[in-house]
T-cell receptor, first 114, second 117 residues
């Protein structure tokens, strides 16, 4: 079974701090990568895709390391509203494939403390 | 635009009962799927469909049936509920083909909390 591994946490981080967590994947043929955010008792929502060259969206930075088979998410200047579970998602389908190739990690629980 | 609508939000069943979880999307997405989420297990794919009239099994299909008679609807049927099916269920939809990185996105319904006693 293809694996996507995340540290479940919880990560307890003071407001304003920078926090980073990784996700490792076992299938070296994986094609695309995502971070989803899931609030307590809510549905997952796409936070950001992870591009090969790394990408940034405001306070969030995502990076991909294909050689070591992991992706990372860094959150700068953390806010109370960043408290959530962050799901790593890996797609093994190449162009022409779709969502049936997705494998979800179990999530990393982040708690931002005032 | 409603997105993905899932009903009911909560359901309690007795062992052996059957029921149908409803899922509808109004985005004209070809792909629809059902996941279950259990503590410590993450999201696991139950069944999926890449278009009307086409369904396939995911990772954990036993005890569940699906059908896709229209593009919009993808109901999940529990044939004879068991306590092991106590879980949170999510329906999701997306475009069928993910060709351009960054444009891929899975849209989720708000979930159904199911308890089987």
């Amino acid at each position: 079974r293809k694996e996507v591994e995340q540290d479940p946490g919880p990560f307890n981080v003071p407001e304003g701090a920078t926090v980073a967590f990784n996700c490792t994947y076992s299938n070296s043929a994986s094609q695309s990568f995502f971070w989803y955010r899931q609030d307590c008792r809510k549905e997952p929502k796409l936070l950001m895709s992870v591009y090969s060259s790394g990408n940034e969206d405001g306070r969030f930075t995502a990076q991909l390391n294909r050689a070591s088979q992991y992706i990372s998410l860094l959150i700068r200047d953390s806010k109370l509203s960043d408290s959530a579970t962050y799901l790593c998602v890996v797609n093994e389908k190449d162009s022409g494939g779709g969502a049936d190739g997705l494998t979800f990690g179990k999530g990393t629980h982040l708690i931002i403390q005032p | 635009n409603a997105g993905v609508t899932q009903t009911p939000k909560f359901q309690v069943l007795k062992t052996g009962q059957s029921m149908t979880l409803q899922c509808a999307q109004d985005m004209n997405h070809e792909y629809m799927s059902w996941y279950r989420q259990d503590p410590g297990m993450g999201l696991r794919l139950i069944h999926y469909s890449v278009g009307a009239g086409i369904t396939d099994q995911g990772e954990v299909p036993n005890g569940y049936n699906v059908s896709r008679s229209t593009t919009e609807d993808f109901p999940l049927r529990l044939l004879s509920a068991a306590p092991s099916q106590t879980s949170v269920y999510f329906c999701a939809s997306s475009r069928k083909v993910w060709g351009v990185q960054g444009s891929e996105k899975l849209f989720f319904g708000s979930g159904t909390q199911l308890s089987v006693l």
